[in-house]
């Protein structure tokens, strides 16, 4: 386990504590905030900026991506550090000073700390205004608005998490599925540990009872409900009503807005925050092996259109790449990160380094050929 006092990494292949890059910085080119300071890092030049935030999140965590998703499209100056949810970061007790109910993301902006989904996106929204930074949330008086925030509740309403979970836990309900089978096994056995090493913390630091035991309670009722196969054909079954209404409004906006040449998002001509949502979890259900089941069989033309638009925008490309590497984009950085907590021998070390840049480089040209 990392020390209690380190920070997450930034998010890179090699990630690196903020600590282990300012830690030898003169003390008069550094300043922090309390809030910065309660992370336990130290800002670089460029984080002073008072428009910059730090935001911590996990790259396949599913508020993560709309948060990351929202910040490339409004362009705001952020520098995200990884906490790896495999790697049991977010369990760890210089994260839960943070936020204690151990979830990402979390954004830090000068001396403001916010760790709920929904109070990040309104904070970003009304923080971030001008002519530098596009309006993803209409005004209150606007017709649009009523429209976005009703897709935008609808769409955040779905049990991803049950989604996920119960598709990996039961493969033979997806098709193309882009997870490895040998997840089933691994995600039983990840969730079974961490019940196990959550009752360890919470002996360690039994200031943290109540945060841990709670967490604990959540996960036992989380591997009961995502493993019972008819509960998840029951939710998979109310997912497909979700998206007949959005195939709806998406055949009612083409008609209403037919002398757009470039094609319309979800609420109109402009692009909001429903459509982040909608985006964010098209792509999820696609990596999921649901993308034929609900949109692939041409049972719903408009959503298939708009997931193909959708995936061309710089943002979505920058922030979610395509999706045939989404699981190898998640993979190298833990492994690396793992080799940097426990490093191994010298030869150990190179040996590894070469065999994850082998295959790292393979894969890349395996899929570039089969999909690109």
């Not at 002398?259 to 949502?277: E, P, R, V, Y």
């Not at 890349?364 to 089969?370: D, G, T």
Request: proline share 6%.
């Amino acid at each position: 386990m990392a020390s209690q006092n380190s920070p997450a990494s930034n998010c890179s292949w090699w990630p690196i504590s903020a600590t282990e890059i300012d830690g030898k910085a003169n003390e008069d080119e550094q300043s922090s905030t309390p809030a910065q300071e309660l992370a336990g890092f130290l800002p670089d030049k460029s984080e002073k900026d008072g428009d910059s935030i730090v935001l911590y999140h996990w790259t396949q965590s599913f508020s993560s991506q709309k948060v990351r998703l929202l910040i490339a499209e409004k362009g705001v100056p952020c520098d995200e550090r990884d906490v790896s949810l495999p790697l049991t970061e977010h369990k760890e007790p210089w994260f839960m000073r943070l936020n204690l109910g151990e979830e990402v993301p979390v954004v830090i902006h000068g001396d403001n700390i916010i760790s709920d989904y929904n109070q990040i996106i309104d904070y970003l929204e009304k923080t971030f205004v001008g002519e530098n930074y596009p309006r993803l949330i209409p005004e209150t008086g606007n017709i649009i608005y009523p429209r976005m925030q009703h897709f935008k509740d609808l769409l955040d309403s779905l049990p991803m998490d049950a989604y996920t979970h119960g598709c990996i836990l039961h493969p033979e309900l997806t098709t193309e599925s882009m997870i490895p089978k040998y997840a089933t096994a691994e995600i039983r056995r990840h969730l079974v540990n961490t019940a196990s090493e959550l009752l360890k913390l919470d002996q360690e630091q039994p200031q943290l009872t109540e945060p841990y035991l709670s967490k604990q309670k959540k996960l036992m009722a989380k591997i009961l409900d995502h493993d019972d196969v008819n509960n998840l054909m029951k939710i998979l079954g109310e997912l497909g009503k979700v998206l007949d209404q959005v195939e709806a409004e998406l055949e009612q906006r083409k008609h209403k807005l037919t002398d757009q040449k470039t094609g319309t998002w979800l609420c109109g001509s402009d692009f909001t925050l429903a459509d982040i949502s909608l985006g964010a979890t098209l792509h999820r259900l696609k990596f999921l092996g649901l993308a034929k089941k609900y949109w692939g069989n041409t049972d719903r033309p408009n959503l298939q259109a708009y997931f193909e638009r959708v995936q061309k925008r710089p943002a979505f490309r920058k922030v979610l790449g395509d999706i045939h590497t989404t699981l190898l984009s998640a993979v190298l950085p833990n492994a690396f990160r793992l080799v940097k907590r426990k490093p191994p021998s010298f030869f150990g070390a190179s040996f590894l380094m070469g065999t994850l840049g082998g295959m790292g480089y393979f894969a890349y040209w395996y899929l570039k050929k089969k999909y690109m």
